[in-house]
């Protein structure tokens, strides 16, 4: 297993239990954002998805950017235009409670 369900360009999110309770997150700009059942480190030590025990928590990560991963070891590299340059960046997003209303 490897992390997945990564959306990119989105300017909000929200995680809400079945009663539609949860948080919002907002961003400046944009954001890249995934919300799992999984921690980073349970998906790398996993070898096989059987062994990953689902939490009862959701994971969420925002993060600016990520980097295209390309075909790495067993192939070529990401295209230039997915390569994120080594520079000073600013992000900024908001979390705030949030109540979804049908």
């Given at each position: 297993p490897q992390d997945c369900g990564n959306r990119t360009a989105v300017r909000w999110a929200s995680v809400t239990n079945h009663s539609g309770v949860g948080l919002l997150i907002k961003a400046k700009n944009h954001m890249n954002f995934s919300a799992l059942h999984y921690t980073p480190l349970?998906?790398?030590?996993?070898?096989?998805?059987?062994e990953l025990t689902k939490r009862k928590s959701t994971i969420l990560t925002v993060d600016?950017?990520?980097?295209?991963?390309?075909?790495?070891?067993?192939?070529?590299?990401?295209?230039?235009?997915?390569i994120l340059p080594a520079e000073e960046s600013e992000f900024s997003y908001s979390i705030q409670p949030w109540l979804r209303s049908w």
């Open positions: 349970d998906l790398h030590k996993a070898n096989h998805p059987y600016m950017n990520q980097c295209g991963l390309g075909g790495g070891s067993c192939g070529p590299p990401p295209m230039k235009r997915y």
